[in-house]
Each structure stands twice: as C-alpha cells, then as structure tokens.
C-alpha cells in the first residue's frame, strides 16, 4: 500500500461542513486529494467553506441540505449524484447539540434532535448507499457521533445522547449489510470541542463529568478530521464497524 491516506480521485460529501468539526473534517480530506462536497443547512457557509478550499487549490463544491426533511436529503442526494458522481465517501457530521434535562423533557425537542442527529444519517446512509451499491466500486462511511456514549456528557444531555446512541447502532448495522459491497461503515466519538455549535447549544448551563478538562488538553476540529480521514482511507480497507474515541485522554482521567 504504496499511499495509504491517498483520496485522489475520491469524492466525499461532508454534512455540517460549513463550521465546528466538519470544517476540519472538508479540509484534511480535501487536502488528502478528494474532492469535497459540503452538505449543510447553512447554504451561504458551506460555499464559503468551499470556496476557501478551491483558493487553497482544492476541489471542492457546497449543496443545501435540511437533514430534518426526508425529502430534502433525497433531493440533495440526486442532485449531488447528477452534478458530481457518486460519492465513495460519506461523513455523517452534522448535529444538534441543544440541552434539556429530562425531568423536563419535551417531545419537540426529542423529535428534533433525533431528526437531524439521527434521521437524517440513516436518509444519507440509505440514498448514498444505494448509490455505492450501483456504482459498484466500495465506499465509505463515516458516522460522527459523541464521546457523550461513553461517559463524557452533562446535564441536559438525554435526548443528544440517545440520538448519538442511534447514530452508532446504524453503524453496527450498516457495516452488517454493506460488507458485501465492499463498503465500510465506521464511528468516530469527538470529546470536547469549541465549535460553534457547542459554545452557542441552548439549554440549562452545562455541569457535569464532560466539563473535566482532558489530560492532553481540548480537542480541535482537525483532530477528529484524523480519525475520519483515517477510516475513509485505503489503510483501513479491512476496518468496518469500529468506534474510535479522539478525547484526549478524558476517559482515563
């Protein structure tokens, strides 16, 4: 394995590219020789993000994407397809992380968060799956959930975690059913990151076991871009339903 983090010629689609993780995640693949389609909901960010990485040399393209609509992952996914191919890799990155605790739980907010934490992954892992399938040359699937699965969380955290959660059986489940097309299906569980989005969740101040800083200190974007580009690559041809937990050392601390 002359190049084993070699993506030329790839195609990747990166949901929740336009901030935070996913920023990170475009960039190292990009940088890796894939070309990158960014996939989010903010439309004007994500062909920001695009744009950035063509100056930087880069291919790379945006599309809008509303993961809480099944239509509207359907949509995408076509037309993704009809402008560019088929993409030989999926980055399930894009997410929810507004708080609410419990005892105070409510079905919209449950609803919501496992429509796009969720829901939306399994139209992706579904409509692009079929695609891969088509194409007939393999693939790659990589889910973004949560260190949160394994102990890292905090108050408010339930129905985050349980979207997280199910996020992680579909790679149990993905990697099951699309071994014998020569597909992988993968998990990689962030720890602390200042993204955007974590700085800005609504809900009740967080306290709890995640608010411990880790040994080696916070994560940041490119840390998690690793352990995706990782399982995307040819050197993990063989590695299909595996979790791999980028926390800094958290969970030893």
Request: glycine share 14%; hydrophobic share 50%.
């Amino acid at each position: 394995m002359a190049q084993p983090f070699d993506l030329t010629g790839k195609l990747a689609l990166v949901t929740g590219g336009a901030s935070g993780i996913g920023v990170g995640i475009a960039e190292l693949l990009a940088e890796a020789g894939a070309k990158v389609v960014i996939a989010d909901i903010a439309e004007e960010g994500a062909r920001k993000q695009a744009q950035a990485l063509v100056d930087q040399g880069h291919q790379a393209n945006a599309i809008a994407i509303d993961l809480a609509s099944e239509g509207g992952v359907v949509a995408a996914c076509a037309e993704v397809i009809a402008r560019h191919g088929t993409p030989w890799i999926l980055v399930n990155n894009a997410g929810l992380q507004d708080r609410e605790l419990l005892l105070e739980g409510t079905a919209d907010h449950w609803e919501r968060m496992n429509a796009v934490n969720a829901r939306g992954p399994f139209f992706l892992m579904r409509e692009l799956g079929r695609a891969m399938v088509a194409a007939g040359e393999g693939g790659r699937i990589v889910n973004v959930a949560s260190a949160a699965l394994v102990g890292s969380i905090i108050h408010g955290l339930s129905a985050y975690t349980a979207s997280k959660g199910a996020m992680a059986a579909l790679t149990l489940t993905g990697a099951l059913e699309l071994a014998e097309h020569g597909i992988t299906v993968n998990t990689v569980l962030p720890g602390g990151v200042g993204t955007p989005g974590a700085i800005g969740a609504k809900g009740p101040a967080p306290r709890g076991p995640a608010r411990r800083p880790p040994p080696l200190g916070f994560c940041e974007p490119r840390d998690i871009a690793a352990a995706v580009l990782f399982f995307a690559s040819p050197a993990a041809r063989f590695v299909t339903n595996q979790v791999l937990t980028v926390d800094a050392g958290w969970s030893v601390s």
